[in-house]
Nanobody, 116 residues
Framework: AQLVESGGGLVQPGGSLRLSCAAS????????MSWYRQAPGKERESVAT????????NYADSVKGRFTISRVNAKNTVYLQMNTLKPEDTAVYYC??????????WGQGTQVTVSS
C-alpha cells in the first residue's frame, strides 16, 4: 500500500486548506481511512476518520465543526478540508489506512503551518 499526501502549506489564522491523500496498492473502497497529525514535541493524534463508503465520519473534539473528511472512491483519494485554522493546528498531517491483518500504512506527511 502507498499513500501520498499533498496540499499542506503556510496559512494565516482563520484561513483554509484542503489536504489530499492519493492511495494505491490496495482496494481503496474496502477500507476506512484516517487523518492523523503530529505537532513538534507531541504524540501523533487522530484527527478524523471515514468509513469505506464514506457514510460514517468521526472527528477529534479539537477539530469538530472546522474540519471535514471526505473521499472519492473512484479516484482512490481521501480529503481533509480544514477551515477556520488556528495556530494550534500546526503539525505534520498524515494519511493512514489499517489493512486486513492489522498493519498500519502511513504517507510521508504534509506540513501545515498556521501563522500570521
Amino acid at each position: 500500500a502507498q499513500l501520498v499526501e499533498s496540499g499542506g502549506g503556510l496559512v494565516q489564522p482563520g484561513g483554509s486548506l484542503r489536504l489530499s491523500c492519493a492511495a494505491s496498492g490496495f482496494t481503496f473502497s474496502r477500507y476506512g481511512m484516517s487523518w492523523y497529525r503530529q505537532a513538534p514535541g507531541k504524540e501523533r493524534e487522530s484527527v478524523a476518520t471515514i468509513s469505506s463508503a464514506g457514510v460514517s465520519t468521526n472527528y477529534a473534539d479539537s477539530v469538530k465543526g472546522r474540519f471535514t473528511i471526505s473521499r472519492v472512491n473512484a479516484k482512490n483519494t481521501v480529503y481533509l478540508q480544514m477551515n477556520t485554522l488556528k495556530p494550534e493546528d500546526t503539525a505534520v498531517y498524515y494519511c493512514n489506512v489499517r489493512l486486513a491483518g492489522g498493519r498500519d500504512y502511513w504517507g510521508q506527511g504534509t506540513q501545515v503551518t498556521v501563522s500570521s
